[in-house]
């Protein structure tokens, strides 16, 4: 028996353009497997070249890199009249669960999103933000990311924060902000890695 986690190459390296796009509905060439390139979770198996699958053995299993395997569905009823192969594949590399470090080189992550709100219009380069953490959070690790105004996708970068009420500076390089831009929604995206305890984050 084995878990898996499903992934695949992102089109770019872009959090904003990856979270819209649809995998396996655009052609795609096939490329091959990079121990150090990030690839991007996904929650199910796709029609698509550049998808790979990550099992999980309840006890080890004896496999050579580059042997095909068969994937068989266990959860299928047995006496029902159904093809139980989920899937096949050749091995691309072998990990070993129980070393952390070797684990944390696959660099597998999710896209994760918050929504926060514009509290006003300081000057026509900055703008107040509100809504997006709670007085606790860590803002060190959010300071210098970008962060996209929803009104009309203009994009910003995380400055500080902006008192002790989890309020934020966000700096635009245009300097076309106006007083009454003051209202609108921010948008906030980046990259979650599994199998690290870094807590950096990536855009």
């Known amino acids: 028996m084995a878990t898996v986690i499903f992934f695949g190459s992102p089109k770019n390296n872009n959090v904003f353009e990856n979270k819209e796009e ?28 550049n998808q790979w699958a990550l099992l999980q053995f309840e006890s080890p299993v004896y496999c050579n890199a580059g042997s095909m395997i068969i994937c068989s569905k266990l959860d299928t009823d047995i006496t029902a009249n159904t093809c139980r192969l989920a899937f096949y594949g050749k091995v691309e590399h ?9 684990l944390s080189k696959l660099k597998l992550y999710r896209i994760k999103e918050k929504e ?4 006003r219009i300081a000057d026509e380069y900055t703008l107040i933000g509100k809504d997006l953490f709670k ?7 959010f300071v210098g990311l970008k962060i996209k105004k929803l ?19 966000v700096r635009f ?25 870094n807590k950096k984050l990536a855009q």
């Open 22 to 49: 649809k995998s396996g509905k655009e052609e795609a060439v096939s490329e091959d497997f990079g121990i150090g390139r990030e690839y991007l979770y996904q929650n199910s198996l796709e029609d698509h070249p």
């Open 94 to 102: 072998i990990v070993d669960y129980t070393k952390r470090e070797e």
């Open 116 to 119: 926060g709100s514009i509290d």
């Open 135 to 141: 007085k606790e959070t860590d803002m060190s690790l």
């Open 151 to 169: 009104s009309d996708g203009e994009i910003g970068v995380i400055e500080c924060p902006f008192g002790k009420s989890g309020k934020f500076k």
């Open 173 to 197: 390089q245009s300097g076309n902000l106006q007083k009454e831009q003051s209202q609108g929604k921010l948008l906030l995206q980046y990259k979650r890695f599994y199998f690290t305890e």
